[in-house]
């Protein structure tokens, strides 16, 4: 095999605590991202707890209505900014640059930033718990006027502000890193059509946040303008218009929708070949598919405005229909590569499958609530809460759980245990439907969400306290996965460089790879060079 | 970088085209701006793509490349290690912590933010 091309080594590397404090090497970056996120999710998991314990019954008062608000925003937030896609950024961190064969990502010093900048973020958002007032508590779009400061009066909205303005920098700095390094820093013979998935839906989600994410810097800037310079941006009684914040605030949202799920699109486009022991089905048609989802969701925001009564609702429902396009082709790919494949349902493959189910729940369920007269019965009911639960935790949290379990023995050279794999798996995905799915009915009977309490009308009790059974069960699921990488990193067993038989180049590295990634590479000659390097028979053969 | 051109070209030509079938659609100046203000942002960086990287030529774009041919090649200085970008991301941290909750603090920011961005810009040299 041949020797990789060398990077300059600087001289000044450091050991311990301070190495992780002022690394710039793209693996450690990867790791932070993903643990910080991981550890958001566990909070914002906690905050979940307290809100389905609230609403087990109706009339109970464990916690006010305040709190109750602040609650489910920070909820929200976390899961939203502070987790799932920052998991997406630290996994692209890690794997991009051993994916394309390159040392490390093109600007390591930014990307140092990027991921500080998003920890003090986080920690920013979090703050406002502490100051008089409490944690923002508008909600996790915080539309105006609610969070004007004749309403929110308090600091913590101030400090969501300027803790989300800190994570959209971190992303667009993040997303422009991505995209330099792509291009420039592709091993010889890694051509843009021998990328992996993975690294494809990347380009395509950092080329969505660099067009969304200004507009929420901008509507984030100008609220706090609105809130402490005079501005009367959002203030309709000064010919300000809150109607504006939401079309900004939405140029930005619902791409982020897309932003949250491309990543672990390509997760589940390099799960299911591994463990299919087949090439992805229509690798083409899953790479246009990504461009096609990323710019039909520049053009759907104003969806979720339909009931104001002030949007082109024709416009939005038939590009909104348009997305369930290129998103099936996907599942096509995805079924077509299962297709008598030698199916291996380890823990990895099985989270991809639950992720297809659940998103498949999810997107069903999207393509209603994108019909306008459906949109109008259940908006603001608990049928938009389970809609977006399948699409964003059964579908983005399944594929994270896949990414863990198939990426861990890369990341840290441990593989964790199968049989509690299995546990969790099942313990989440029992639990996640029995939360969300009687959510539907909760909603179609009328139960409006974002209520800390609610009256005993026939049924809501019954449903509700089954969705909270099911957040239990959930809760044992991730207790299961705590366990396992708890016990699995003390293990003396040291998993292989490729335990699974991967395809793309960071299997070809050792586990964990070493500073620069690569001491030598094979000849890349397809999508999947080190499935070739290891069957060189079957590789000359699919050339033909 | 004729990947990059080709990316963004077709997403500059996709948001002028999007920008302008939203307009007559609508007739919804709130929307047609922001779809014109991300085409003009993407019409920009293609125009740099198109002018200013015409004639780059990466070894990843030629198929029939082996990393044999990149060996030994200097990609450039990856530097392991720097101070510098948690002690920007930390003194942005105070300067807009303390917006909201101290003046003093954003002073503190500010002056540390400051510091860090000349050291990295000394260590960058």
């Given at each position: 095999m041949s020797t990789a091309a060398t990077a300059v080594p600087n001289p000044a590397s450091r050991r311990g605590i301070i190495e992780w404090l002022t690394s710039t090497d793209h693996k450690h970056i990867g790791i932070l991202y993903m643990c910080t996120s991981v550890f958001y999710f566990f909070v914002a998991g906690l905050l979940a707890m307290v809100i389905r314990a609230q609403l087990a019954q109706p009339g109970l008062t464990l916690v006010g209505p305040h709190a109750y608000n602040q609650i489910f925003t920070l909820h929200g937030t976390a899961m939203i900014f502070l987790f799932v896609v920052p998991f997406a950024l630290g996994l692209a961190n890690f794997l991009i640059p051993l994916q394309i064969g390159a040392p490390d990502m093109a600007f390591p010093r930014l990307n140092a930033f990027t991921y500080w900048i998003f920890f003090f973020g986080g920690l920013t958002i979090f703050s406002g718990a502490f100051v008089n007032g409490g944690a923002a508590a508008s909600g996790w779009f915080a539309y105006a006027p609610l969070s004007e400061i004749r309403i929110s009066t308090g600091g913590g909205q101030d400090l969501w502000i300027i803790g989300l303005l800190m994570t959209s920098v971190s992303g667009i700095l993040a997303a422009v890193n991505f995209i330099t390094t792509t291009f420039l820093y592709r091993a010889p013979g890694m051509t843009m059509w021998r990328l992996p998935i993975f690294t494809w839906e990347m380009i395509a989600t950092s080329l969505l946040i660099l067009m969304a994410f200004p507009s929420l810097a901008a509507v984030l800037a100008l609220l706090f303008i609105d809130r402490h310079f005079g501005g009367q941006f959002f203030n309709a009684s000064a010919g300000g218009s809150p109607v504006l914040y939401q079309h900004l605030f939405w140029f930005f949202g619902h791409p982020e929708v897309y932003i949250m799920i491309l990543p672990y699109f390509g997760v589940i486009s390099e799960i299911i070949p591994v463990f299919s022991r087949k090439?992805?089905?229509g690798y083409t048609g899953l790479v246009l598919s990504a461009f096609a989802i990323a710019g039909l969701s520049m053009g759907v925001w104003a969806h979720h405005m339909f009931t104001t009564g002030v949007v082109s609702n024709g416009f939005f429902a038939a590009v909104s229909f348009l997305i369930a396009v290129p998103t099936g082709i996907k599942f096509f790919n995805w079924v077509g590569t299962m297709w008598r494949g030698s199916l291996l349902l380890t823990t990895p493959m099985l989270f991809a499958i639950g992720f297809m189910l659940n998103f498949l729940i999810g997107g069903i369920t999207g393509v209603m609530v994108a019909s306008p007269p459906i949109d109008y019965q259940v908006e603001d009911s608990y049928f938009l809460v389970a809609h977006f639960h399948y699409v964003l935790g059964g579908g983005s949290l399944f594929a994270i759980f896949g990414a863990i379990y198939f990426w861990f023995p890369k990341v840290f050279g441990k593989l964790l245990s199968e049989r509690r794999g299995k546990w969790c798996f099942w313990l989440l995905f029992v639990g996640f439907n029995t939360t969300f799915f009687v959510m539907q009915f909760l909603g179609a009977m009328g139960m409006p969400r974002r209520v800390y309490t609610y009256q005993n009308l026939p049924g809501w009790g019954n449903l509700n306290l089954i969705a909270s059974i099911g957040a239990l069960i959930m809760a044992a699921g991730v207790l299961v996965f705590v366990w396992d990488v708890i016990a699995s990193s003390i293990s003396r067993t040291r998993a292989s460089d490729d335990p699974w038989g991967g395809?793309?180049?960071?299997?070809?590295?050792t586990s964990p790879p070493p500073e620069y990634n690569f001491t030598s590479l094979p000849p890349i000659r397809s999508e999947r060079p080190v499935f070739d390097a290891k069957h060189p028979d079957l590789a000359r053969l699919s050339q033909k | 970088m004729i990947n990059g051109r080709r990316l963004f070209v077709s997403s500059a030509v996709f948001g002028i085209v999007i920008a302008v079938v939203y307009w007559f659609s609508t007739h919804n100046p709130d929307g047609t701006i922001l779809l014109g203000l991300m085409a003009t942002a993407l019409v920009f960086a293609a125009g740099f793509m198109f002018f200013a990287e015409r004639e780059a030529c990466l070894v990843g774009d030629r198929d029939d490349a082996l990393p044999a041919q990149a060996a030994g090649e200097r990609l450039g200085v990856f530097t392991v290690a720097s101070s510098w970008p948690i002690a920007i991301a930390f003194g942005a941290f105070l300067l807009l912590l303390g917006m909201v909750v101290l003046p003093a603090l954003a002073a503190f920011g500010l002056v540390v933010m400051i510091v860090s961005i000349l050291g990295l810009g000394r260590e960058s040299r």
């Amino acid at each position: 095999m041949s020797t990789a091309a060398t990077a300059v080594p600087n001289p000044a590397s450091r050991r311990g605590i301070i190495e992780w404090l002022t690394s710039t090497d793209h693996k450690h970056i990867g790791i932070l991202y993903m643990c910080t996120s991981v550890f958001y999710f566990f909070v914002a998991g906690l905050l979940a707890m307290v809100i389905r314990a609230q609403l087990a019954q109706p009339g109970l008062t464990l916690v006010g209505p305040h709190a109750y608000n602040q609650i489910f925003t920070l909820h929200g937030t976390a899961m939203i900014f502070l987790f799932v896609v920052p998991f997406a950024l630290g996994l692209a961190n890690f794997l991009i640059p051993l994916q394309i064969g390159a040392p490390d990502m093109a600007f390591p010093r930014l990307n140092a930033f990027t991921y500080w900048i998003f920890f003090f973020g986080g920690l920013t958002i979090f703050s406002g718990a502490f100051v008089n007032g409490g944690a923002a508590a508008s909600g996790w779009f915080a539309y105006a006027p609610l969070s004007e400061i004749r309403i929110s009066t308090g600091g913590g909205q101030d400090l969501w502000i300027i803790g989300l303005l800190m994570t959209s920098v971190s992303g667009i700095l993040a997303a422009v890193n991505f995209i330099t390094t792509t291009f420039l820093y592709r091993a010889p013979g890694m051509t843009m059509w021998r990328l992996p998935i993975f690294t494809w839906e990347m380009i395509a989600t950092s080329l969505l946040i660099l067009m969304a994410f200004p507009s929420l810097a901008a509507v984030l800037a100008l609220l706090f303008i609105d809130r402490h310079f005079g501005g009367q941006f959002f203030n309709a009684s000064a010919g300000g218009s809150p109607v504006l914040y939401q079309h900004l605030f939405w140029f930005f949202g619902h791409p982020e929708v897309y932003i949250m799920i491309l990543p672990y699109f390509g997760v589940i486009s390099e799960i299911i070949p591994v463990f299919s022991r087949k090439p992805i089905f229509g690798y083409t048609g899953l790479v246009l598919s990504a461009f096609a989802i990323a710019g039909l969701s520049m053009g759907v925001w104003a969806h979720h405005m339909f009931t104001t009564g002030v949007v082109s609702n024709g416009f939005f429902a038939a590009v909104s229909f348009l997305i369930a396009v290129p998103t099936g082709i996907k599942f096509f790919n995805w079924v077509g590569t299962m297709w008598r494949g030698s199916l291996l349902l380890t823990t990895p493959m099985l989270f991809a499958i639950g992720f297809m189910l659940n998103f498949l729940i999810g997107g069903i369920t999207g393509v209603m609530v994108a019909s306008p007269p459906i949109d109008y019965q259940v908006e603001d009911s608990y049928f938009l809460v389970a809609h977006f639960h399948y699409v964003l935790g059964g579908g983005s949290l399944f594929a994270i759980f896949g990414a863990i379990y198939f990426w861990f023995p890369k990341v840290f050279g441990k593989l964790l245990s199968e049989r509690r794999g299995k546990w969790c798996f099942w313990l989440l995905f029992v639990g996640f439907n029995t939360t969300f799915f009687v959510m539907q009915f909760l909603g179609a009977m009328g139960m409006p969400r974002r209520v800390y309490t609610y009256q005993n009308l026939p049924g809501w009790g019954n449903l509700n306290l089954i969705a909270s059974i099911g957040a239990l069960i959930m809760a044992a699921g991730v207790l299961v996965f705590v366990w396992d990488v708890i016990a699995s990193s003390i293990s003396r067993t040291r998993a292989s460089d490729d335990p699974w038989g991967g395809y793309s180049l960071e299997w070809w590295a050792t586990s964990p790879p070493p500073e620069y990634n690569f001491t030598s590479l094979p000849p890349i000659r397809s999508e999947r060079p080190v499935f070739d390097a290891k069957h060189p028979d079957l590789a000359r053969l699919s050339q033909k | 970088m004729i990947n990059g051109r080709r990316l963004f070209v077709s997403s500059a030509v996709f948001g002028i085209v999007i920008a302008v079938v939203y307009w007559f659609s609508t007739h919804n100046p709130d929307g047609t701006i922001l779809l014109g203000l991300m085409a003009t942002a993407l019409v920009f960086a293609a125009g740099f793509m198109f002018f200013a990287e015409r004639e780059a030529c990466l070894v990843g774009d030629r198929d029939d490349a082996l990393p044999a041919q990149a060996a030994g090649e200097r990609l450039g200085v990856f530097t392991v290690a720097s101070s510098w970008p948690i002690a920007i991301a930390f003194g942005a941290f105070l300067l807009l912590l303390g917006m909201v909750v101290l003046p003093a603090l954003a002073a503190f920011g500010l002056v540390v933010m400051i510091v860090s961005i000349l050291g990295l810009g000394r260590e960058s040299r």
